[in-house]
């Protein structure tokens, strides 16, 4: 959340707010380590572990990327990678992402960056 300097009490932004009522069942934001869960229909016995991320900033405006379809209305995250990436199919290496917001689950303290 970005807050206000130079207050004696902080208060949100006026873009946060207007963010936070215009998406109210978004749970992450900047900063966010998480874990991307990976779509595995296609690949239902790969041993690929979810990679671990941290969310870099809003992935909307960019348009469709490698884990979010252009088609979805889930806000999008751009996530770095905490080691490079190979995808279930064998692309890769990839530093960043843009996913789904569905696709992501915040990481426990244990495997965060």
């Given at each position: 959340?970005?807050?206000?300097?130079g207050k004696?009490?902080?208060?949100?932004?006026?873009?946060?707010?207007?963010?936070?009522?215009?998406?109210?069942?978004?749970?992450?934001?900047?900063?966010?380590?998480?874990?991307?869960?990976?779509d595995r229909?296609?690949?239902?016995?790969?041993?690929?572990?979810?990679?671990?991320?941290?969310?870099?900033?809003?992935?909307?405006?960019?348009?469709?990327?490698?884990?979010?379809?252009a088609t979805?209305?889930?806000?999008?995250?751009?996530?770095?990678?905490?080691?490079?990436?190979?995808?279930?199919?064998?692309?890769?290496?990839?530093?960043?992402?843009?996913?789904?917001?569905?696709?992501?689950?915040?990481?426990?303290?244990?495997?965060?960056?």
């Amino acid at each position: 959340m970005i807050w206000k300097r130079g207050k004696s009490q902080a208060e949100p932004t006026t873009e946060t707010v207007e963010r936070a009522v215009g998406d109210p069942r978004s749970v992450f934001g900047v900063g966010a380590q998480v874990i991307v869960r990976l779509d595995r229909h296609a690949y239902p016995d790969s041993m690929i572990e979810d990679p671990i991320a941290v969310i870099v900033s809003s992935g909307e405006g960019h348009g469709a990327g490698l884990f979010a379809p252009a088609t979805t209305r889930d806000p999008i995250w751009e996530v770095r990678f905490e080691t490079p990436f190979f995808a279930l199919d064998g692309s890769g290496p990839f530093d960043t992402a843009r996913v789904r917001e569905s696709s992501l689950a915040h990481a426990p303290e244990a495997l965060a960056l």
